[in-house]
């Protein structure tokens, strides 16, 4: 990726390296879009040579533009594109984990993470032998007095899903490496725009490219941005020999969704702040997570190494359950939907929907939390109809 290192090299910051890092015009025809290569093989001069291209499952040029673009924007010397985030993340386990089976094989996980995340651990990885325990990675001093010696692997989201407690990166990183750990870092939520893991000492950073990345609701992705070259071997043999790839297609949209990343976040925080001023007086609502505010679990944490605070708001509803299944049925412009990240605002209930897996486990989460992701619209008119909503509760 030494086209992403250039840019940077050359000053540019965030937004231009999101437009052009991995895109110059195509040579052939001045097209200033990366073309949409479709062709599953490529043309061999002989045998063995070839301009870079084989075949599509190992490598296809929209996905190269891709690679080259996210890797720069998190300071990445590579970066690899999946078929969904789960995909990348499996790939993650398989490389790092999986081959270790019955030596140094357990995961510590964050006790606040996303269900796919806690499921594909527990459920499929653990039945293979991976033992796995989820901790509180805020308690820095607890997890270093308790640190289990079969540690391979911290798995960490910050913020987390759905929760959004953030987590000291560089703390747990220093930790992990002493204990001779690999540090691998969900930056979904926060995104490169606001915040660089392997700057603070990640070992691999993950994406669902679904969400903030791609931004429109429109294509499922995954990727994975490392610096060691020898983890970033493992993962790209991985990534071929398994074939979990993403079709130039969507390759071609997650890469159009980048474009435009910096000035979303910056309407998806601002609109963030707006709604969390509603929440935190309405009577109807008992908590508000929130990293921005003062008495926001791992606020220190955030304000250290994130730019801002992110577009993802989630409260809990003082008359229970029910009330904040209706509060998350009775908006009309956040749609009651699963996912997050893109344009329009979405609104949810996680112990019913994209954390129901975690029920009954360590990461069950509150039954009567809401989980908003404010999108990119008016903030009066969100806030308007969230207001409404509580109102009727």
């Not at 459920?123 to 820095?140: C, F, R």
Request: proline share 5%; with cysteine.
């Amino acid at each position: 990726m030494d086209e992403a290192y250039d840019c940077e090299r050359r000053g540019h910051g965030f937004e231009t390296r999101a437009i052009h890092a991995g895109q110059d015009p195509d040579p052939t025809t001045g097209a200033v879009v990366v073309p949409l290569s479709l062709s599953t093989t490529f043309a061999q001069e002989s045998v063995g040579v070839h301009q870079g291209y084989e075949y599509s499952r190992s490598g296809n040029p929209t996905r190269t533009a891709l690679e080259t673009c996210v890797a720069s924007l998190e300071r990445a010397r590579h970066g690899l594109s999946f078929a969904s985030g789960l995909a990348a993340e499996d790939t993650v386990l398989r490389c790092l984990v999986g081959g270790a089976i019955n030596e140094r094989s357990r995961v510590l996980l964050g006790n606040d993470a996303y269900g796919g995340t806690y499921r594909l651990i527990s459920n499929v990885w653990g039945p293979l032998g991976v033992e796995w325990s989820a901790v509180d990675l805020t308690d820095i001093d607890a997890l270093a007095a308790s640190w289990p010696d079969d540690t391979k692997l911290v798995w960490l989201e910050t913020p987390t899903n759905p929760l959004l407690t953030c987590i000291d990166i560089e703390a747990i990183a220093a930790l992990a490496h002493a204990h001779g750990a690999l540090v691998v870092v969900d930056n979904t939520f926060a995104t490169p725009y606001l915040q660089q893991p392997l700057v603070l000492g990640a070992d691999v950073v993950v994406h669902s490219a679904t969400k903030y990345l791609g931004g429109h609701s429109d294509v499922v992705g995954g990727f994975l941005a490392v610096n060691d070259d020898a983890i970033a071997d493992q993962l790209r043999y991985m990534q071929n020999a398994a074939g979990a790839v993403p079709a130039p297609f969507d390759c071609y949209l997650v890469l159009r969704g980048v474009k435009t990343l910096g000035v979303r976040m910056d309407r998806h925080c601002s609109n963030a702040r707006a709604v969390v001023d509603l929440l935190v007086r309405h009577p109807a609502v008992d908590r508000v997570y929130y990293p921005q505010l003062p008495d926001h679990p791992g606020h220190a944490a955030a304000a250290k190494q994130m730019s801002d605070f992110g577009g993802m708001v989630s409260f809990t509803v003082a008359a229970g359950e029910d009330a904040a299944k209706r509060v998350a049925a009775s908006t009309s412009l956040f749609t009651l939907a699963e996912s997050l990240g893109a344009v329009e605002s979405l609104i949810e209930h996680p112990g019913a929907m994209t954390h129901a897996s975690a029920a009954g486990s360590p990461l069950e989460v509150p039954d009567n939390l809401v989980r908003l992701s404010v999108g990119i619209e008016s903030s009066a008119d969100l806030v308007a109809d969230l207001d409404a909503a509580l109102d009727h509760v």
